[in-house]
């Protein structure tokens, strides 16, 4: 990053000032970023980051966020122009681990207020029983080597969740984990922006009572119900399968959209006759060939359980809260809850 310090002070000038302008003159998508006066530029990777940042930063805030709607955000490569607007944040937040294309871009922003989401509450392996997608491994290489020994594949079990970094990243999909977070993340844009730090501090403590309500729904909702288990193709469910007392069973292969093999078909079939599992849940921004050639050899239905990794016309509800409830019925109708 010292390239600068060789470049006439003049010569940087007038690349910001490009810079700038070819920023302003970008789609309409950014238009807040114009004449947002005062209020604190936000830099959020994806959506569940997203959701977070508006909610607390409320009216003092203007949010970006990296993946735009329907955009699968493992698969995110940023455009030049948003590396550029990293740099140019107050303050950004990301979730370690799921998208290394941003890992890099922040770790090379020099943004002071940078939080990862990660670090606001415990991360966990989620062995054996999840399997299916594999989240942004390159980012996780660092910790990679420590964890190798500890888990290997179980047979016919697709791929562990995080094997080589060790942790899952979903901690979204826990209401109780993503209000830790949301506490995180109210602490850090009060010491961000202290003028309106009451502001943030109350919009924290709302949202935060929203979660503890979502997390009562789902505990008493899923309290007594004909089976534990149900069947998902993309595995991103294993803090809420935790969190609820629920076994999730992906199904194998690294990507959402790949064809389970014959033994894993079979093996699904088996759990879902043993477990009296009803139902293949797929997702909202992948194909639902894998739930639907599933469903078919075995007999089973299919549904939508959202990972919630962005909200687009397809979603089955407006924000992360109606979301989740979305998915607490589908759960509910597919565990035969009483």
Not at 114 to 132: C, F, P, R, Y
Not at 195 to 219: P, S, W
Not at 257 to 286: D, N
Request: net charge negative; with cysteine.
């Amino acid at each position: 990053m010292n390239v600068r310090r060789l470049i006439p002070t003049t010569a940087v000038a007038g690349a910001v000032v490009l810079g700038l302008t070819a920023l302003s003159a970008c789609s309409t998508s950014d238009a807040a970023d114009g004449g947002n006066g005062d209020k604190l530029k936000v830099t959020a990777s994806f959506y569940p980051m997203q959701f977070l940042t508006e909610r607390i930063g409320g009216e003092h805030v203007a949010v970006t966020s990296l993946t735009k709607p329907g955009v699968e955000p493992h698969d995110l490569e940023l455009t030049p122009r948003q590396i550029g607007s990293i740099s140019e944040s107050d303050y950004v937040l990301y979730l370690k681990g799921i998208q290394p294309a941003v890992d890099d871009a922040i770790k090379q922003s020099g943004v002071k207020n940078t939080v990862d989401a990660a670090t606001l509450t415990t991360l966990e392996n989620h062995g054996s029983e999840v399997s299916g997608h594999d989240h942004g491994h390159e980012g996780e290489e660092e910790h990679g080597h420590e964890e190798e020994a500890h888990e290997e594949h179980s047979e016919g079990d697709g791929h562990n969740h995080g094997e080589e970094g060790g942790a899952d990243p979903h901690i979204w999909l826990d209401p109780v984990k993503y209000a830790e977070v949301a506490k995180g993340v109210g602490k850090s844009l009060e010491k961000a922006d202290p003028d309106h730090a009451a502001d943030y501090k109350k919009n924290t403590d709302a949202l935060v009572a929203e979660l503890g309500e979502l997390n009562t729904a789902y505990e008493t909702g899923l309290k007594n119900t004909s089976t534990k288990t149900f069947i998902t193709t993309h595995s991103a469910f294993g803090y809420l399968a935790e969190r609820y007392g629920l076994t999730q069973q992906g199904i194998a292969g690294i990507d959402p959209e790949a064809e389970p093999s014959p033994a894993r078909i079979q093996e699904i079939h088996t759990i879902a006759e043993k477990e009296k599992a009803t139902t293949v849940f797929f997702e909202t921004l992948a194909s639902d060939k894998t739930a639907k050639t599933l469903a078919k050899d075995t007999g089973l239905k299919t549904g939508v359980l959202d990972p919630l990794e962005g909200i687009t016309d397809k979603s089955q509800g407006a924000d992360y809260i109606e979301v989740m409830e979305s998915n607490l019925a589908a759960l509910q109708k597919a565990l035969g809850a009483k």
